[in-house]
């Protein structure tokens, strides 16, 4: 958003991974993870890989340019 990284938007996303999991629609762009802001691209794969094992996570994201939150548990 105007030159500036706000987040990680998500595409092809596949049945089963962690992103179809906790609902999130191609096009989505995570914001925050866990209170964690990804506005710097080297932060996002970092915190993708910490929370592959996590049960509880909640995300800030954008759908069509409205901001929400999801929080959800994986089992």
Not at 27 to 56: A, H, P, R
């Amino acid at each position: 958003k105007d030159g500036k990284t706000v987040g990680f938007r998500v595409f092809a996303i596949s049945k089963g991974s962690l992103f179809d999991k906790v609902n999130l629609e191609n096009g989505d762009v995570i914001t925050n993870i866990n209170g964690v802001n990804l506005e710097d691209s080297t932060q996002g794969f970092k915190v993708y890989e910490s929370f592959q094992q996590e049960n509880s996570i909640t995300l800030n994201i954008l759908r069509n340019g409205v901001a929400m939150t999801k929080k959800v548990t994986i089992q």
